[in-house]
């Protein structure tokens, strides 16, 4: 029979069938059912082998808190490792596999872990693999890598979409069951607007698992109308599959809504995940309680469940977790478990409460004061050992253990900012502490209101306490009438006598004993232990394991449960996938670029292109026959000297400042001085850190009295643009400057060389005049150009050539490219790229990032003499202070490579030759480094000690990543025109 | 985190750079015959408290403008935000 | 010499424009001319009122805009405005803008500083909850705001709740929003046809 375990009834979809495999061999399920469910109908006991021992695990629970279920799903780029099959919702066709096991789950080599298990107990890593020391690294640890971790990834990259997004409201509602609907329907009457979210893919919680009735009827009819109403209301946004995993500062959650992991074929562009970022006013949390085992010898075997897990996987799903079931708890809601399942025909051997004064609520044999010393079968659960009140032993065979040691409420979230639970002692349990993230209140389960009435009413009071806090009138909903049972539970953790592995954390297979292994080594705090053992620190995050080594610890430590508390709750409260975290911020799309407006005229010359931060530049444009990039950034570098070149330099940060103070506002952030720069005129600027360090450099245009246009380096146009502002708007707020930043405004390009004003006058419209009297170096002008656009330009070099940049609106920015190619044309122009745009101002001696890179002033580039005295700038009273502008300090200087040709390596280090390589004789590091075809060998720009009273002198360079030593004679930085005769043609 | 802008209402911090201590806003005169120690004490010393902090953000993605936030670092609670074009007027006004 | 002739061109030349995804459009807002104005020291109240006389209403609290699809004028920040308006039906916008704040404010031309694409249809906030932290439901016409969309700095207006948005993009990155957009509106429709 293919089900042999499924019985009538139950939540499931009968008319939808389904198929899905499990290592290989092909199932038979329906619509409704989990992985876990259909397994468990089909009889499948044995899912998983554990992390370190190899031992042989089944079905624990009904939900993320699954510790031993974990298998991976989907084949090739889509494997999926470590899901929890009891949260995966069955579709057809499903693939899953088991984990960590080989050859086979039935037979796993790796089980010999178990056999050698008295060697490898808690904090054997710090005992073991410990000599000789050389093996560490060659065998040791590659070995414990391969035989660590459950799953395995797919290896290749996720073929998946994932998003991210944005959701708002006023009250969200954590948890979809008797307490998150009471607190949504409240609120969804006032008003106001509700999220409610819960991680399962139907609505209802506990009412889908359990036989409680509302109204004297089925809990499923008042969901259906529940869930009606909610889905009718227009401000109120239902998100099953959704997990809220976190409490974040401000009322913000994170949320992870599983949008099409569900579906056997997604349709193209459906994200299969979405990361909300949900901004709430108000929140409840209503997320409910996890139960909890007892401990006992061998507790760990296929088969051994948790009570409350096989009642829901019999009302839920129908499925019985083996045709002959005992029970063994410390609490009334054991009993359901027996209740519901005879109730269901399946057969139930025993009840074993430990409570002497517990009482039957069925038919079934009650063991009162007894407890379960033991366990029998391998693969799968034979028999149990009981130990009964007055002493006797008796064997019980079954093939399922339900186990309940009480229930856990569901605190994370509520200790996500600090907080800490504390214990209540009436209910055995950690509850909510008194510190919660502010705008949360906790409902139901949650927050101790076990009851099915209580968690109605303490999910509508909550809600309406939250939204009159809002200003909304919440008229109170009618609640069903439902059952009220008290809780009753004797505190009962593990059991002390039995011989056998006791077991607390089922994933990362850590005992009773091991927690005092920990305490007999000194560890003696909750985090510690964690730590010590491992004990948490699963995928499951210790979810059933805590509450029952914080008993062991508080024993063993003579401590009780409260003063013992909890280790600290981060996020995620549940595993969240990374492509989640990044959406669709992947691949091409991990950042935005930034086009220049020649991008596309570039890329039809077919340039290559090099990523400056976000921008995409055309890095040089190689020409047919050139198979190597120093062929073509040669002739471009030749060509601007020779002739004339043109280069987008679109990407410099422009800044226009405006206003009767622009000047002196110039003179605060510049060190140099702009007062008297007289209109039509630019000027160098050089701005500091108000550390003294050299932040930026740049030109201002004077265009008029009261406006300047100032350009920034590529990389620092934001960071110079936010210091601007923090300058006008913070410290000289008594000036009258506004600044606008057009850098995307303007296209702007370079042309550079002997033939630059030619090819500008081709294009320049009259009577503007050209003339070097008219328009020397360093003059600016607003003008027209290829009959009447708008433009300005500017003559500046920083290539050491005659040479202007010409601006106009970004619209024209590729027509204009493609007319000064025209233009130039007669000229012999060449567009040239950043490479030779690097090499031009190497060649010149002009600093740039390299040589501005935080750490150097203005003494080390030689531009002391800059930096004003006769007015304050920022940075520059500390640029004077003793360790930045002494005398035997850092200076640039140039290199020339003494073997022509080989490339000396920017990073290097410089010392003199002879000395050893040590950071003790370090002199300086080359910042730049360049082939130059002017002087026909390697030059490199340089900070070194002393530098400018070393001209001559023969320096080392050392690259020992590379292995390597080279030798270059010191020079003066500027290798072409020193006298600067070709600027100003 | 959610930085309650003066003029455009509570905001996403993502908007949003940090700069560092509203110390920064007293900047000393670069004039003054003590200026090199005034300056070190302005840059590199700093109360680190646990508790209430008045700090600098620039709402990058929003107006450009600079606020004085004033947050309770261990709470993350945030008690006021101000232009600080306004906080600098006013100390200007103060003397 | 050669008469060369320059013509503007579009920073979303080449991509699919309009383009159309299950009843919702992406489409540019071409042939915009866009000036900043920013107030000079005290003189806020004062521009705001020779802008006023200008654009024929009062000039927007923050976080809105005002105007419609000839002449648009959004608040930046503090004494600053960003106008945009159809180049055709206000030629030399800066001009006419230099001369009405006379002295009292900085002006600065813009022009395809930004690149203005529309996006129509139905229930847009679907799409905008993918892309901004902004609480696009809680927007009406005239809401405008500086927010960013994947990392890009864009301004979002509310033309009409639900059913019509502008969002201008800094032109260098306009290519990589307009992605950003096409890809939230194939979201959503994928969403949309499996019908949940």
Redesign the interface.
């Given at each position: 029979m293919a089900e042999p375990n499924r019985l009538d009834g139950g939540r499931i979809d009968r008319a939808s069938p389904l198929t899905f495999s499990f290592d290989g061999k092909t199932f038979a399920g329906y619509r409704g059912d989990t992985l876990a469910s259909a397994l468990l109908a089909a009889n499948v006991k044995l899912v998983g082998r554990s992390f370190k021992y190899h031992r042989p695990r089944g079905i624990l629970t009904a939900g993320s808190e699954e510790p031993n279920a974990l298998v991976g799903l989907h084949r090739g780029a889509r494997h999926d490792p470590n899901a929890r099959a009891t949260t995966v919702e069955l579709h057809d066709g499903l693939v899953a596999v088991s984990q960590n096991r080989w050859p086979s789950l039935a037979f796993d080599v790796m089980a010999v872990n178990d056999v050698l298990s008295r060697f490898l107990t808690a904090g054997f890593y710090y005992k073991t693999f410990m000599w000789p020391k050389r093996f560490w690294e060659k065998f040791y640890e590659p070995a414990i890598r391969s035989a660590a971790g459950l799953g395995a990834l797919s290896g290749e990259p996720d073929p998946d979409?994932y998003?991210?997004?944005?959701?708002?409201c006023d009250l969200l509602v954590v948890g979809g069951g008797p307490a998150g609907l009471a607190a949504a329907m409240t609120a969804a009457r006032s008003g106001a607007?509700v999220i409610l979210a819960d991680e399962d893919f139907v609505l209802g919680g506990r009412l889908n698992a359990e036989t409680v009735t509302l109204d004297g009827e089925p809990a499923a009819v008042w969901l259906r109308r529940a869930l009606d109403e909610l889905h009718a209301a227009h401000n109120v946004r239902l998100m099953p599959r959704t997990s809220v995993f976190g409490a974040?500062?401000?009322?913000?959650y994170g949320a992870l809504e599983r949008?099409a992991d569900h579906?056997a074929v997604?349709?193209?562009?459906?994200?299969r995940q979405?990361l909300w970022?949900i901004?709430s006013r108000r929140a409840v949390l209503c997320a409910g309680a996890t139960e909890r085992p007892i401990a006992f010898a061998n507790n760990d075997r296929p088969g051994i469940m948790l009570a409350g897990a096989m009642r829901a996987y019999a009302n839920r799903w129908a499925v019985a977790a083996d045709r002959t079931v005992a029970v063994f708890t410390n609490n009334d809601d054991g009993h359901r478990t027996a209740s519901d399942l005879l109730a269901r025909g399946v057969s139930v051997a025993a009840v074993i409460d430990a409570r002497p004064d517990a009482h039957a609520q069925g038919n079934y044999e009650l063991h009162r004061g007894a407890i379960v010393e033991n366990t029998r079968g391998r693969k799968a659960l034979t028999s149990v050992d009981v130990r009964r009140a007055d002493g006797s032993r008796v064997t019980v065979p079954c093939g399922a253990l339900g186990v309940s040691g009480g229930w856990n409420p569901a605190v994370a979230l509520t200790c996500h900012?600090r907080g800490r639970p504390s214990w209540d002692a009436s209910l055995a349990a950690f509850v909510p502490g008194a510190d919660l993230p502010?705008g949360m209140a906790v409902a139901g389960a949650a927050n101790g209101s076990f009851s099915t009435h209580a968690a109605l009413q303490s999910g509508a009071d909550a809600a309406s306490h939250a939204l009159a806090e809002l200003g909304f009138e919440a008229p109170a909903a009618a609640l069903p009438l439902a059952e009220d049972a008290p809780v009753r539970i004797q505190a009962f953790w593990h059991v002390a006598s039995g011989k056998g592995r006791t077991w607390l954390d089922f994933q990362n297979d850590v005992t009773v004993k091991d927690v005092g292994l920990a305490v007999q080594e000194g560890f003696r705090s909750v985090e510690h232990v964690k730590r010590y053992t491992t004990l948490g620190m699963a995928t499951d995050q210790g979810k059933l394991a805590n509450t029952g080594a914080i008993a062991a610890l508080a024993d063993l430590t003579g401590r009780g449960m409260g003063e013992t508390g909890t280790t600290m709750f981060r996020p995620p409260w549940t595993p969240v996938p990374i492509a989640a975290f990044a959406g669709?911020?992947r691949g091409k799309?991990f950042?935005?670029?930034?086009?220049?407006?020649s991008h596309?005229w570039a890329a039809e010359q077919g340039a290559v292109f090099v990523e400056a931060g976000l921008?995409l530049r055309a890095q040089y444009f190689p020409r047919p026959g050139e198979t190597h990039w120093r062929q073509t950034v040669d002739r471009e570098v030749r060509a601007v000297r020779q002739a004339v070149g043109v280069c987008d330099v679109?990407t410099l940060g422009k800044v226009?400042v405006?206003?009767?103070d622009a000047a002196a506002f110039l003179n605060m952030i510049y060190c140099n001085g702009f007062s008297k720069l007289p209109v039509s005129r630019v000027r160098y600027g050089l701005m500091l850190r108000?550390?003294g360090m050299v932040m930026d450099d740049g030109t201002a245009a004077r265009l008029a009295d009261d406006?300047f246009v100032v350009t920034t380096t590529t990389a620092n146009a934001?960071l110079v643009y936010?210091h601007m502002?923090?300058v006008r708007?913070?410290?000289r707020?008594?000036?009258?400057v506004?600044?606008?930043s057009?850098?995307?405004?303007w296209a702007q390009y370079a042309v550079a060389g002997p033939h630059a004003r030619a090819l500008l006058?081709?294009?320049v419209d009259p009577p503007f005049d050209l003339g070097d009297d008219a328009f020397p170096y360093m003059a600016c002008a607003e003008l027209t150009?290829?009959?009447g656009?708008?433009a300005r330009l500017f003559r500046i070099s920083f290539s050491g050539e005659r040479a202007y940049e010409i601006a106009?609106?970004?619209?024209?920015?590729?027509?204009?490219i493609r007319?000064l190619m025209?233009?130039g044309a007669p000229h012999g122009v060449t567009p040239y790229g950043t490479e030779a745009l690097g090499v031009l101002r190497i060649e010149k001696g002009h600093p740039a990032g390299n040589e501005l890179n935080g750490q150097t002033s203005p003494a080390h580039l030689s531009m002391a003499r800059l930096v004003s005295t006769k007015?304050?700038?920022i940075g520059?009273?500390?640029s004077r202070?003793e360790g930045l502008s002494e005398a035997d300090g850092l200076r640039l200087v140039g290199l020339e490579a003494m073997d022509g040709e080989t490339a000396l390596p920017a990073g290097s280090h410089l010392f003199a030759p002879g000395r050893p390589h040590d950071p003790g004789h370090d002199e300086g590091w080359i910042t730049s480094a360049a082939y130059s075809p002017h002087l026909g060998r390697s030059i490199a720009l340089a900070f070194l000690a002393r530098g400018d009273s070393r001209l001559g002198e023969t320096i080392e360079i050392a690259n020992p990543l590379q292995g390597q030593t080279l030798r270059a004679t010191v020079v003066h930085p500027v290798f072409i025109d020193p006298e600067g005769t070709r600027l100003h043609g | 985190m959610i930085i309650p802008h003066p003029l455009l209402g509570p905001r996403d911090a993502r908007e949003f750079v940090y700069l560092g201590d509203a110390a920064l806003l007293d900047r000393p005169d670069g004039l003054a015959a003590d200026a090199d120690r005034l300056f070190h004490d302005y840059l590199y010393l700093r109360d680190n408290p646990a508790g209430i902090h008045r700090e600098l953000w620039f709402h990058e993605h929003g107006d450009r403008s600079w606020l004085v936030v004033t947050r309770d670092t261990v709470t993350h609670a945030i008690l006021k935000a101000e232009l600080a074009g306004d906080v600098a007027r006013k100390r200007r006004a103060n003397g | 010499m050669v008469d060369h002739r320059l013509a503007p061109r579009s920073a979303l030349a080449g991509q699919t424009s309009p383009l159309a995804v299950a009843g919702r459009v992406l489409s540019e807002v071409a042939g915009l001319a866009m000036v900043s104005v920013a107030a000079r020291s005290a003189e806020d109240a004062a521009v705001a009122d020779r802008l006023a006389v200008l654009a024929g209403a009062p000039m927007p609290e923050p976080g809105r805009c005002i105007g419609d699809a000839s002449l648009r004028i959004l608040w930046t920040g503090p004494g600053q405005w960003l106008a945009i308006a159809r180049a055709s039906e206000w030629p030399g916008l800066a001009a006419m803008l230099r001369d009405s704040t006379d002295g009292k404010a900085s002006v600065v031309p813009q022009d395809d500083g930004w690149t203005c694409m529309a996006m129509e249809g139905h229930d847009l906030d679907t799409v905008l909850e993918r892309l901004t932290p902004l609480d696009t439901r809680a927007m009406e016409a005239g809401h405008a705001s500086r927010t960013p969309i994947h990392h890009v700095g864009v301004f979002l207006l509310c033309i009409e709740p639900g059913r019509c948005a502008h969002i201008l993009a800094p032109r260098s990155y306009a290519r990589s929003v307009h992605h950003a957009l096409a890809d939230a509106l194939r979201a959503s429709a994928a969403l949309e046809s499996m019908g949940t």
């Amino acid at each position: 029979m293919a089900e042999p375990n499924r019985l009538d009834g139950g939540r499931i979809d009968r008319a939808s069938p389904l198929t899905f495999s499990f290592d290989g061999k092909t199932f038979a399920g329906y619509r409704g059912d989990t992985l876990a469910s259909a397994l468990l109908a089909a009889n499948v006991k044995l899912v998983g082998r554990s992390f370190k021992y190899h031992r042989p695990r089944g079905i624990l629970t009904a939900g993320s808190e699954e510790p031993n279920a974990l298998v991976g799903l989907h084949r090739g780029a889509r494997h999926d490792p470590n899901a929890r099959a009891t949260t995966v919702e069955l579709h057809d066709g499903l693939v899953a596999v088991s984990q960590n096991r080989w050859p086979s789950l039935a037979f796993d080599v790796m089980a010999v872990n178990d056999v050698l298990s008295r060697f490898l107990t808690a904090g054997f890593y710090y005992k073991t693999f410990m000599w000789p020391k050389r093996f560490w690294e060659k065998f040791y640890e590659p070995a414990i890598r391969s035989a660590a971790g459950l799953g395995a990834l797919s290896g290749e990259p996720d073929p998946d979409r994932y998003d991210t997004g944005f959701l708002h409201c006023d009250l969200l509602v954590v948890g979809g069951g008797p307490a998150g609907l009471a607190a949504a329907m409240t609120a969804a009457r006032s008003g106001a607007r509700v999220i409610l979210a819960d991680e399962d893919f139907v609505l209802g919680g506990r009412l889908n698992a359990e036989t409680v009735t509302l109204d004297g009827e089925p809990a499923a009819v008042w969901l259906r109308r529940a869930l009606d109403e909610l889905h009718a209301a227009h401000n109120v946004r239902l998100m099953p599959r959704t997990s809220v995993f976190g409490a974040y500062d401000h009322g913000v959650y994170g949320a992870l809504e599983r949008v099409a992991d569900h579906l056997a074929v997604a349709p193209a562009h459906l994200p299969r995940q979405v990361l909300w970022r949900i901004r709430s006013r108000r929140a409840v949390l209503c997320a409910g309680a996890t139960e909890r085992p007892i401990a006992f010898a061998n507790n760990d075997r296929p088969g051994i469940m948790l009570a409350g897990a096989m009642r829901a996987y019999a009302n839920r799903w129908a499925v019985a977790a083996d045709r002959t079931v005992a029970v063994f708890t410390n609490n009334d809601d054991g009993h359901r478990t027996a209740s519901d399942l005879l109730a269901r025909g399946v057969s139930v051997a025993a009840v074993i409460d430990a409570r002497p004064d517990a009482h039957a609520q069925g038919n079934y044999e009650l063991h009162r004061g007894a407890i379960v010393e033991n366990t029998r079968g391998r693969k799968a659960l034979t028999s149990v050992d009981v130990r009964r009140a007055d002493g006797s032993r008796v064997t019980v065979p079954c093939g399922a253990l339900g186990v309940s040691g009480g229930w856990n409420p569901a605190v994370a979230l509520t200790c996500h900012q600090r907080g800490r639970p504390s214990w209540d002692a009436s209910l055995a349990a950690f509850v909510p502490g008194a510190d919660l993230p502010p705008g949360m209140a906790v409902a139901g389960a949650a927050n101790g209101s076990f009851s099915t009435h209580a968690a109605l009413q303490s999910g509508a009071d909550a809600a309406s306490h939250a939204l009159a806090e809002l200003g909304f009138e919440a008229p109170a909903a009618a609640l069903p009438l439902a059952e009220d049972a008290p809780v009753r539970i004797q505190a009962f953790w593990h059991v002390a006598s039995g011989k056998g592995r006791t077991w607390l954390d089922f994933q990362n297979d850590v005992t009773v004993k091991d927690v005092g292994l920990a305490v007999q080594e000194g560890f003696r705090s909750v985090e510690h232990v964690k730590r010590y053992t491992t004990l948490g620190m699963a995928t499951d995050q210790g979810k059933l394991a805590n509450t029952g080594a914080i008993a062991a610890l508080a024993d063993l430590t003579g401590r009780g449960m409260g003063e013992t508390g909890t280790t600290m709750f981060r996020p995620p409260w549940t595993p969240v996938p990374i492509a989640a975290f990044a959406g669709r911020s992947r691949g091409k799309d991990f950042r935005p670029a930034r086009l220049t407006p020649s991008h596309d005229w570039a890329a039809e010359q077919g340039a290559v292109f090099v990523e400056a931060g976000l921008w995409l530049r055309a890095q040089y444009f190689p020409r047919p026959g050139e198979t190597h990039w120093r062929q073509t950034v040669d002739r471009e570098v030749r060509a601007v000297r020779q002739a004339v070149g043109v280069c987008d330099v679109t990407t410099l940060g422009k800044v226009d400042v405006q206003g009767s103070d622009a000047a002196a506002f110039l003179n605060m952030i510049y060190c140099n001085g702009f007062s008297k720069l007289p209109v039509s005129r630019v000027r160098y600027g050089l701005m500091l850190r108000e550390d003294g360090m050299v932040m930026d450099d740049g030109t201002a245009a004077r265009l008029a009295d009261d406006h300047f246009v100032v350009t920034t380096t590529t990389a620092n146009a934001a960071l110079v643009y936010r210091h601007m502002e923090f300058v006008r708007q913070c410290l000289r707020s008594d000036l009258d400057v506004q600044l606008v930043s057009t850098t995307e405004a303007w296209a702007q390009y370079a042309v550079a060389g002997p033939h630059a004003r030619a090819l500008l006058a081709g294009i320049v419209d009259p009577p503007f005049d050209l003339g070097d009297d008219a328009f020397p170096y360093m003059a600016c002008a607003e003008l027209t150009v290829c009959g009447g656009v708008t433009a300005r330009l500017f003559r500046i070099s920083f290539s050491g050539e005659r040479a202007y940049e010409i601006a106009v609106p970004a619209c024209y920015g590729d027509s204009l490219i493609r007319v000064l190619m025209q233009a130039g044309a007669p000229h012999g122009v060449t567009p040239y790229g950043t490479e030779a745009l690097g090499v031009l101002r190497i060649e010149k001696g002009h600093p740039a990032g390299n040589e501005l890179n935080g750490q150097t002033s203005p003494a080390h580039l030689s531009m002391a003499r800059l930096v004003s005295t006769k007015k304050d700038s920022i940075g520059a009273v500390l640029s004077r202070r003793e360790g930045l502008s002494e005398a035997d300090g850092l200076r640039l200087v140039g290199l020339e490579a003494m073997d022509g040709e080989t490339a000396l390596p920017a990073g290097s280090h410089l010392f003199a030759p002879g000395r050893p390589h040590d950071p003790g004789h370090d002199e300086g590091w080359i910042t730049s480094a360049a082939y130059s075809p002017h002087l026909g060998r390697s030059i490199a720009l340089a900070f070194l000690a002393r530098g400018d009273s070393r001209l001559g002198e023969t320096i080392e360079i050392a690259n020992p990543l590379q292995g390597q030593t080279l030798r270059a004679t010191v020079v003066h930085p500027v290798f072409i025109d020193p006298e600067g005769t070709r600027l100003h043609g | 985190m959610i930085i309650p802008h003066p003029l455009l209402g509570p905001r996403d911090a993502r908007e949003f750079v940090y700069l560092g201590d509203a110390a920064l806003l007293d900047r000393p005169d670069g004039l003054a015959a003590d200026a090199d120690r005034l300056f070190h004490d302005y840059l590199y010393l700093r109360d680190n408290p646990a508790g209430i902090h008045r700090e600098l953000w620039f709402h990058e993605h929003g107006d450009r403008s600079w606020l004085v936030v004033t947050r309770d670092t261990v709470t993350h609670a945030i008690l006021k935000a101000e232009l600080a074009g306004d906080v600098a007027r006013k100390r200007r006004a103060n003397g | 010499m050669v008469d060369h002739r320059l013509a503007p061109r579009s920073a979303l030349a080449g991509q699919t424009s309009p383009l159309a995804v299950a009843g919702r459009v992406l489409s540019e807002v071409a042939g915009l001319a866009m000036v900043s104005v920013a107030a000079r020291s005290a003189e806020d109240a004062a521009v705001a009122d020779r802008l006023a006389v200008l654009a024929g209403a009062p000039m927007p609290e923050p976080g809105r805009c005002i105007g419609d699809a000839s002449l648009r004028i959004l608040w930046t920040g503090p004494g600053q405005w960003l106008a945009i308006a159809r180049a055709s039906e206000w030629p030399g916008l800066a001009a006419m803008l230099r001369d009405s704040t006379d002295g009292k404010a900085s002006v600065v031309p813009q022009d395809d500083g930004w690149t203005c694409m529309a996006m129509e249809g139905h229930d847009l906030d679907t799409v905008l909850e993918r892309l901004t932290p902004l609480d696009t439901r809680a927007m009406e016409a005239g809401h405008a705001s500086r927010t960013p969309i994947h990392h890009v700095g864009v301004f979002l207006l509310c033309i009409e709740p639900g059913r019509c948005a502008h969002i201008l993009a800094p032109r260098s990155y306009a290519r990589s929003v307009h992605h950003a957009l096409a890809d939230a509106l194939r979201a959503s429709a994928a969403l949309e046809s499996m019908g949940t």
